[in-house]
């Protein structure tokens, strides 16, 4: 009887051994994913920071545009002498 509750224990501590190996590989498999995301949020705020100096710039030129129409809207309008 001793002999069967030994491959109990033996077999109890080789499925907490299995299943701690296989929450350590799920461990490592969330850190890559984390890592990744990590990453690829890096990335889309560093290509969200070069758009939004892009727009910036536009705003500017169109800004500056913008004041050279009302510049030329606002001088008197010269008389045609036909």
Same mark, same amino acid.
């Given at each position: 009887?001793?002999?069967?509750? @030994? ?13 701690? &190996?296989?929450?350590? &590989? !799920?461990?490592? /498999? ?5 890592? &990744?995301?990590?990453? =690829?949020?890096?990335?889309? +705020?560093? /290509?969200? @920071?070069?758009? +939004?100096? !892009?727009?910036? !710039?536009? *705003?500017?030129?169109?800004? !500056?545009? =913008?004041?050279?129409?009302? /510049?030329?809207?606002? *001088? ?7």
């Amino acid at each position: 009887m001793s002999d069967l509750r @030994d491959i109990w224990r033996i077999g109890a501590i080789e499925n907490k051994a299995n299943e701690a &190996y296989r929450r350590l &590989y !799920e461990h490592d /498999e969330a850190r890559r994913n984390l890592a &990744y995301l990590e990453h =690829t949020m890096r990335e889309s +705020r560093s /290509e969200i @920071d070069g758009l +939004r100096a !892009e727009m910036q !710039e536009l *705003q500017r030129r169109f800004d !500056e545009q =913008t004041r050279l129409i009302e /510049e030329l809207l606002a *001088q008197p309008k010269e008389e045609s002498h036909e």
